[in-house]
């Protein structure tokens, strides 16, 4: 299920992200498990699965996703209301590496089922 539809989900989910990253409040954006870290696993797993999904196995979605986090804890430093931490790009990374661990064995499974690799 590579269509249209998965890779404009995943351009959407990036979107989100970048906008509940840099959202101007003090208080948790609109969207939170309530723990800063867990958002970050979480937004980062559903990102890397839906980058899996709309593209593959690419080692390049999973460096640019990581950059991309990257980026974001570097937008956050140069603004007046939110701050960058390090944590955060590492739970990202997290996040990222569920979403290898779940995709490969999502994948696997679907090869037993339907007797292909």
């Known amino acids: 299920?590579?269509?249209?539809?998965?890779r404009a989900a995943f351009w959407s989910v990036l979107a989100a992200v970048?906008?509940?990253?840099?959202?101007?409040?003090?208080?948790?954006?609109?969207?939170?498990?309530?723990?800063?870290?867990?958002d970050h696993v979480v937004a980062y797993l559903v990102l890397g699965l839906l980058?899996?999904?709309?593209?593959?196995?690419?080692?390049?979605v999973w460096i640019a996703l990581l950059a991309y986090g990257g980026a974001i804890e570097l937008l956050q430093a140069l603004s007046v209301y939110r701050t960058a931490s390090w944590n955060d790009w590492l739970a990202d990374?997290?996040?990222?590496?569920l979403a290898f661990v779940?995709?490969?064995l999502a994948r696997s499974a679907r090869a037993r089922r339907t007797g292909t690799r």
């Open 1 to 6: 299920m590579r269509g249209p539809i998965l």
């Open 18 to 38: 970048l906008v509940l990253s840099l959202w101007p409040s003090s208080s948790p954006p609109p969207m939170s498990t309530g723990w800063d870290k867990s």
């Open 51 to 60: 980058g899996f999904g709309a593209y593959g196995r690419r080692f390049g």
């Open 93 to 97: 990374a997290v996040g990222l590496a």
């Open 102 to 104: 779940v995709g490969s």
